[in-house]
């Protein structure tokens, strides 16, 4: 998938990372995400690049990512999404692969509005909390929620995945292009990583109320994902989640995702058995 993605990234102008954090980090933003198919995002490709520089680090526009996302034992986090609370928070650690770097991040949500907090750390204390990273959280904790004291958290889902960013050529818009997406839950011995193949999962990030994905998307007739957070959804496909009826919609729309995976499989089976079926025909008549 890679391989087929850079063909079409190789006509984006690039942008280098200095650029990209100087004038659109977006700590402060509105996030918007969309749920598509392989086929969908390489259509939708050739629309972004004349509004769109692709992030290019060494010769390469797609990363691996790394994150481990942290949790209160009873799910806090993931309970604030599901009960469609107004102020709600996520916590992860953030390894980026191809460069080394790790971040721990706090982000909160109020409404419609993200905030992000973070601070960087020695990439070997990627994926759980150190002393540090107790002080950090507790501080930002306590200056959103005022007087009420820090919960105990601790690793609760790994995610994986490879990485499209871009920024509009206005500087007004962030996009996140995320494929190649596995879950594991770090809470169970045992458990199975969650592979969602054919998911390709969209993020714009602006304070724009008509972006340029916006616009992008209507035109292909594809809508706004609702309650699309990616680890409360992952906390579901790891079977953690008591109840789960605010991600009902998303779900049913990344299970029509990974049942066309399955159909173009066995459609691509049935294709090599007719193939066979003839090389043999041809064998036979020769002899």
């Not at 889902?157 to 494929?179: A, C, G, H, P, Q």
Request: with cysteine; net charge positive.
């Amino acid at each position: 998938m890679n391989s087929e993605y850079q063909y079409k990234l190789n006509k984006f102008k690039s942008i280098n990372l200095t650029e990209l954090n100087s004038t659109a980090s977006f700590l402060k933003r509105i996030d918007r995400k969309y749920l598509l198919n392989a086929e969908q995002f390489w259509n939708i490709l050739d629309d972004l690049v004349d509004k769109f520089d692709v992030l290019e680090i060494a010769d390469k526009k797609v990363f691996s990512y790394d994150n481990v996302y942290m949790d209160t034992p009873d799910y806090l986090f993931y309970n604030q999404h599901q009960n469609k609370l107004k102020s709600r928070t996520k916590i992860r650690t953030r390894y980026y692969v191809d460069s080394n770097l790790a971040f721990f991040e706090y982000k909160q949500k109020n409404d419609w509005v993200t905030n992000k907090f973070r601070y960087q750390f020695p990439s070997e204390e990627h994926g759980f909390m150190t002393r540090g990273k107790k002080r950090f959280f507790d501080w930002v904790w306590q200056s959103v929620y005022g007087w009420k004291k820090a919960p105990e958290i601790s690793p609760s889902i790994k995610t994986s995945y490879k990485r499209i960013t871009m920024v509009s050529k206005n500087w007004e818009e962030r996009l996140t292009i995320d494929f190649n997406i596995k879950a594991l839950n770090l809470r169970k011995a045992w458990a199975e990583m969650v592979d969602l193949k054919n998911l390709v999962i969209v993020e714009s990030k602006s304070l724009k109320s008509n972006c340029q994905t916006c616009k992008i998307m209507r035109n292909h007739e594809i809508k706004r994902a609702k309650s699309c957070s990616k680890y409360s959804l992952w906390v579901v496909y790891s079977g953690l989640a008591e109840k789960f009826d605010t991600f009902k919609d998303t779900m049913e729309k990344i299970k029509e995702i990974r049942m066309e995976t399955i159909k173009n499989k066995e459609r691509t089976w049935g294709i090599q058995e007719i193939l066979k079926d003839f090389e043999r025909i041809k064998e036979e008549a020769l002899v």
